[in-house]
């Protein structure tokens, strides 16, 4: 299965937590790098985080920086969204997917082989 699979969302109060999963069963999966994603009702999908293959290089937007944190467990297949201190507008869906070209890291169009998206509310 080439296609990832996100799980882990939730309904959750002001500051509170979660941590989302993204799984592939292929082993290809642990060489690339790897993007979190959003998208609220009426927004574009906007970049969370990401991480390299190996899980040596992270980033992160602005926004939920100092508050998530992204990693990988290879052995797995496995790339992690530990979500901390939520606020109302970290609502959204949340996609992952596989970084496929030289892109932006921050670029939707650098990734493929979307997940269906896992829904997180945070209510105030």
């Known amino acids: 299965q080439v296609q990832a699979v996100e799980s882990g969302g939730g309904l959750v109060q002001t500051g509170g937590s979660l941590r989302l999963s993204c799984a592939a069963s292929?082993?290809?999966?642990?060489?690339?790098?790897v993007g979190w994603f959003r998208q609220a009702p009426g927004k574009e999908r906007e970049f969370v985080a990401a991480?390299?293959?190996?899980?040596?290089?992270?980033g992160y937007a602005n926004s939920v920086k100092g508050r998530f944190t992204i990693s990988r467990d290879n052995a797995k297949n496995t790339v992690y969204l530990q979500m901390n201190s939520l606020r109302p507008e970290d609502t959204a869906i949340y996609y992952c997917?596989?970084?496929?070209?030289?892109?932006?890291?921050?670029?939707?169009?650098?990734?493929?082989?979307w997940g269906q998206g896992t829904q997180v509310t945070v209510s105030s």
């Open positions: 292929d082993r290809a999966f642990r060489a690339y790098s």
């Open positions: 991480i390299s293959g190996s899980g040596g290089s992270t």
């Open positions: 997917a596989r970084k496929t070209t030289v892109d932006k890291m921050s670029d939707p169009a650098a990734y493929a082989f």
